[in-house]
T-cell receptor, first 117, second 112 residues
Framework: DAGVIQSPRHEVTEMGQEVTLRCKPI?????LFWYRQTMMRGLELLIY????????DSGMPEDRFSAKMPNASFSTLKIQPSEPRDSAVYFC???????????????FGEGSRLTVL | RKEVEQDPGPFNVPEGATVAFNCTYS??????FFWYRQDCRKEPKLLMS???SGNEDGRFTAQLNRASQYISLLIRDSKLSDSATYLC?????????????FGTGTQLKVEL
């Protein structure tokens, strides 16, 4: 079975350019998450969706970041304009149903490594 | 104070050694706890959940101390393949929800 698919795997861009990251969750999963990982701050939750509806976007750093989920099989994270401090690995993850004390498995994509010069 | 804190390491241990990692969390109402493993330049993957009574999965033992708000992971008979970063993960929302908070990870290097 296909896992979470992200594209692009690597992106190098210049400050001020628009960046769009894409994610295809595992079929049937009803939660989708966008995380950002840096050495200094680790994995930070940016936003998550349930059944394509944004539930919590409190982790989105500022208005330059936006995320959409137009259907159950596709989501985008957009940065416009990009800045050097946005350089990080952006992970998309999906999961099935709510967490209980005995579940909690997020399935991560391989990540999109973004470098903003 | 960070929501989830871990010693970043690295922990350098010889093959066959026993190694333990601790993690503390700040929200006493947190309900669910997990350990994830992340190999270098790869995505995180669930290693094991942490149950109140403690639980074991082969060479790995996880324990939870709610009174002190810490979680531990013990790895016995370390293998070279155990070399990775171990992420402590907490669900801080009372009553459930899906907002997992990750620690910054503890790096383990198992050497010959």
């Amino acid at each position: 079975d296909a896992g979470v698919i992200q594209s692009p795997r690597h992106e190098v861009t210049e400050m001020g350019q628009e960046v769009t990251l894409r994610c295809k969750p595992i079929s049937g999963h009803d939660y989708l998450f966008w995380y950002r990982q840096t050495m200094m701050r680790g994995l930070e939750l940016l936003i998550y969706f349930n059944n394509n509806v944004p539930i919590d976007d409190s982790g989105m750093p500022e208005d330059r970041f936006s995320a959409k989920m137009p259907n159950a099989s596709f989501s985008t994270l957009k940065i416009q304009p990009s800045e050097p401090r946005d350089s990080a690995v952006y992970f998309c993850a999906s999961s099935l149903a709510r967490f209980s004390g005995k579940t909690g498995e997020l399935f991560f994509g391989e990540g999109s490594r973004l470098t903003v010069l | 104070r960070k929501e989830v804190e871990q010693d970043p390491g690295p922990f350098n241990v010889p093959e066959g050694a026993t190694v333990a990692f601790n993690c503390t969390y700040s929200n006493s109402a947190s309900q669910s706890f997990f350990w994830y493993r992340q190999d270098c330049r790869k995505e995180p993957k669930l290693l094991m959940s942490v149950y109140s009574s403690g639980n074991e999965d082969g060479r790995f033992t996880a324990q939870l101390n709610r009174a002190s708000q810490y979680i531990s992971l013990l790895i016995r008979d370390s293998k070279l393949s155990d070399s990775a970063t171990y992420l402590c993960v907490v669900n801080p929302i009372t009553g459930g929800g899906n907002k997992l908070t990750f620690g910054t990870g503890t790096q383990l290097k198992v050497e010959l």
